[in-house]
Structure formats: C-alpha cells, structure tokens
C-alpha cells in the first residue's frame, strides 16, 4: 500500500486500501475501537504520503484528514463502515481531481507549442511527439481523448488563422504568407486553406 502511494499509483492505492478495509470490517470480531485504530492506521499512512510528496490539490489534503477524523468518530460498526466508503469514495474524487489538472497542462503544452513555432516548417505532430517524449499514436489519440480534436487539424487551423490576419492586414504575396504561416510549399498551402475555408487565399483577399 505505501509502495503504491510513494510511486503515486492511486488506483492502486484504493483497490488495495478497499480490500484491506473490507478485511478489516467484515472478518474481525474485534471491539470497534480496535476497528478504528486498524483503519485510521491505513488511512493515516496513506494521508501521510500524500502529504509529504505533495500529491493532490492544498484543499483536498486538508479535506483528507476531516474525512479521517470522522472515520475516528464512529459510533458503531455500520458508521465506521459508512465513513470508509466515505473516505474511498473522496480518495477517489482527489485523484480524478489529478488526472484533470495533468490533462489540461497536457493540453496546455501542445498549445503552448503550437502557438509558439506553428510558423516553424518542420512543426508537425510528430515535432510535437518529439519535444514530449512520446510518439505520434500515443501523441494523437490522448490529445483526441482530451479535447475532442485531432491534433493536426489543430494545427492546420492556427496556421490558416494567421494566413488570414496576414492576407486582410498586410500586403504581403501568397507565397510570403504560405511561408510565415509554416507551410513549405505554396500549393500546399493553397489546398489546406481551400479545405478550411471554402475559398482559395487569392479569392479570400479580394
């Protein structure tokens, strides 16, 4: 239980925490107060790793030792069995509260990528897979999974956006923008923003 708490593996950590607790509360004959200790035992090992690798969100931490402290308070055998769910149903919510701060700073760092070297010729998803350390398939099926969009449409749409700004704003030739836009090859280019826009760039100026 601690291994899989100091390597942060939480589903782990309920799975193994559920069994032991159930253990505890459905095979042993023992006075409720020797429960408590039992349980509280785990739960407070558990908070303690927590606390000291700084897991979860400020406010779920602090949470985690109310929920603890109710588990302390038990009257009888079906409260404290109640106040265990209680505090698996709440581990739970903490580590979905994980998983959606590392998806959006996920999320955030393909954009922040995309923002910054979308003009960037050789900028591609596997550039991006590159600069993460993973691979295209991983790459583009967790940004799908995350966001709903394909990660090269993604990109395709920053570039076409700024074609546009540039082709209302500046006077710059087609091929100029093709070029600032990230794109290597003007007919390329052409074709993407026809698909995106209905319209080729020429036309799109006028």
Same mark, same amino acid.
């Given at each position: 239980?601690?291994? =899989?708490?100091?390597? @942060? @593996?939480?589903? @782990? ?6 069994? $032991?607790?159930?253990? $505890?509360?459905? *095979?042993?004959? +023992? ?6 200790? /039992? ?6 090992? $558990? ?10 969100? %400020? =406010? ?17 055998? *079906? /409260?404290?069995?109640? #106040?265990?769910?209680?505090? $698996? /149903? ?7 509260? !994980?998983? *959606? &701060? ?6 955030? &760092?393909?954009?922040?990528?995309? %923002? #910054?070297?979308? +003009? ?5 998803? +596997? ?9 295209? &398939?991983?790459?583009? =099926? +967790?940004?799908? /999974? ?8 993604? !990109? ?12 209302? @704003? ?5 091929? #100029?923008?093709?070029?600032? =836009? ?16 209905? !319209? ?7």
């Amino acid at each position: 239980l601690i291994s =899989a708490c100091k390597s @942060e @593996e939480w589903p @782990e950590v309920v799975r193994l925490f559920s069994l $032991i607790s159930g253990q $505890i509360l459905e *095979e042993s004959s +023992a006075d409720i107060s020797v429960l408590k200790v /039992q349980l509280t035992e785990c739960m407070n090992a $558990i908070a303690q790793q927590v606390y000291q690798n700084h897991c979860f969100f %400020e =406010a779920d931490a602090e949470k985690l030792s109310d929920v603890i402290f109710k588990v302390v308070g038990s009257g009888n055998r *079906e /409260q404290l069995k109640q #106040e265990t769910d209680s505090f $698996i /149903q709440f581990f739970k919510e903490c580590t979905q509260h !994980i998983k *959606e &701060k590392e998806s959006l700073e996920f999320v955030n &760092k393909v954009q922040q990528i995309i %923002e #910054e070297q979308y +003009a960037d010729q050789d900028m591609s998803v +596997a550039f991006i897979a590159d600069l993460l350390n993973t691979n295209v &398939k991983v790459l583009s =099926a +967790a940004y799908k /999974q995350k966001t709903g969009k394909g990660l090269l449409d993604v !990109i395709n749409s920053k570039r076409i956006q700024v074609a546009k700004k540039m082709l209302l @704003e500046t006077n710059k030739s087609i091929l #100029e923008i093709s070029t600032e =836009a990230g794109y290597d090859n003007v007919n390329t280019f052409i074709r993407v923003f026809k698909r995106y826009c209905g !319209i080729t760039p020429g036309k799109f100026r006028e």
